[in-house]
Every structure is written in C-alpha cells, then in structure tokens.
C-alpha cells in the first residue's frame, strides 16, 4: 500500500482557508491533519471544534485529527459530530489510555495514540493491538516550522517490530519536521504516513510539493 499524505492545516493561510481547502481536495494528499491546542498540553492554543465542523463542510477527504489536549474523553463526541475521521490522543495525556481507545472506537472513528520525542516505544506494547494508527511526534508538539529530531528513525524501527508481531496493520505516522531530507529515508524504515505542515504551505506551489511528497521524488 502507499504511504498516506496528511498535509497539516496549522500552516494554512486561515485568511484563504476555503482555498487551502480546495487545493488539498485537488492534491494527491489522502487526509487533513488538525492540530488541536489548548494551550495546557501543549504551549500554544490553536483552534477548536467549530473551524473542525467547517472544514468538514468543504473537506472530500478523511480529517485526521491530533488532540494536544489534557482530558481528551471530554471531547471524543464533539469531534466526532465535527466530523473527525481518525482522532488521535496523547498517550501523556491519557491516565486511562484503554478507556480513551474504547471510547473513540464506541464513536466509530480510528483510534490514534500519539508519543512525544522522549517517551519510549514499550509503553505501547500492551495497547497496539487496539489502535489504526500510532502517531510518532519528531518534534515536541505546540508549533510547526521546528526541526525534526533524528531519534524517530530508531523508534520507527521499534515499534514496527512490536506492530509486526501484534498488529501488521498499524499506521505509523510521523509529525514535524518533514521534508524532502528525511521523507524517503522514513519511509523506508516503515512508516506509512506522512504529516506535512510547513514543507508544503510555504512551498511555491503546495500542490506539487504534495505530489512529491506522495511519489518520493523530490526536485534537486
Ligand atoms: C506540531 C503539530 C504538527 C505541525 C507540523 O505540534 O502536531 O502537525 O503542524 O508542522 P511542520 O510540518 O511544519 O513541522
Ligand atoms: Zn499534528
């Protein structure tokens, strides 16, 4: 199968959103990536349930939603009635971590858990075989436009070595940084799933910049 585009819309020009849109609709991306703040979880607040249920009225591809929230249960209706497609919590974030996935799949969505750059592979051992998708942050979450933290390669190859054996179809996708300098080289270490916000918003043309994404074949 090819690997999963999810371009992030924390770097979309908000001021033309309707547009960022359409582009992505048009583009070869698979989903939208929402980055979700609260600004406790995370040092920085984005947007929330509301500008989710507009860009549902507009998006014709999956929403692919990354909850950087303290207390996720709270919310796992509203952003399924906003139209999440996969919704993706923080393993640090979750005192009960098998009740949260219960809770998301009782809703009908994808169940995603996500780890921060320091927190090890084994803590997933006993809950991936209940989840679609894990999602590994190269970056520490809050911001786009950081630098990607080159540790992520060895947990990919750990955790597909645990998915392997407990869940061989797990998505493994990968959050920050993400570039034509690491995209190919992620890839083929087994993730399947690419976040993408600043690589291809401040591109030239973010369509094309999708597409290369996509293909794995990068303009020199
Ligand atoms: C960071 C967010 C990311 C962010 C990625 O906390 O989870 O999805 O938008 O942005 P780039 O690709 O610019 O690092
Ligand atoms: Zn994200």
Known sequence: MKHIISPSMLSADFNHLAEEIEMINQSEADWFHLDIMDGVFVPNISFGLPIVAHINKLAKKPLDVHLMIVEPDRYIEDFKKAGADYLTV???????????????????????????????????????????????MSVNPGFGGQKFIENTYSKITQLREIASRKNPNLIIEIDGGVDS????????????????????FKSEKPKNTISQLKTLKFNK
């Open 90 to 136: 923080h393993y640090e974030a979750c005192t009960h971590l098998h009740r949260t996935v219960q809770k998301i799949k009782s809703e009908e969505m994808k169940a995603g858990v996500s780890l921060n750059p320091h927190t090890p592979i084994a803590v997933l051992e006993d809950i991936v075989q209940d989840i679609d998708l894990v999602l590994l």
């Open 181 to 200: 300098s690491n995209a190919n080289k992620l890839i083929e270490t087994g993730a399947n799933a690419l976040v993408a916000g600043s690589f291809v």
